[in-house]
């Protein structure tokens, strides 16, 4: 038997394009396999993790103080990416602790 696909529709902002369709058990399933990915595998990916990120955050109402400040998760993504991409760009982040803020911010049931 198969399972019925239950989508999210939502307009952000009005937006130009229309509405957008959202499943919410292949989110489910992305954010299972981010969390379950190796550092190496995680550090990979980081573009499509913040893409996700963004969509997961938004939808679960998270505050921008746990994702846009100087120690959010979102802000963190970008300083690896940008320690990954620029050779002069350094920083503190580690990926410990954003996997741990990811788990925390973007887990669904």
């Known amino acids: ?23 919410y058990s292949s989110l489910r399933d992305d954010y299972q396999r981010y969390a379950a990915m190796s550092n190496k595998d995680f550090s990979g990916n980081l573009l499509r993790i913040l893409h996700f990120t963004c969509i997961t955050c938004w939808l679960k109402e998270e505050k921008a103080q746990h994702l846009l400040s100087d120690t959010g998760l979102v802000h963190e993504i970008v300083h690896l990416l940008l320690n990954q991409r620029d050779p002069e760009f350094t920083t503190n982040t580690q990926l410990s602790k954003v996997r741990e803020m990811f788990r925390q911010h973007c887990a669904l049931s």
Do not use: Q, R
């Open 1 to 23: 038997m198969e399972s019925e696909i239950e989508l999210i529709s939502y307009s952000p902002n009005d937006h130009p394009e229309g509405n957008y369709l959202i499943s």
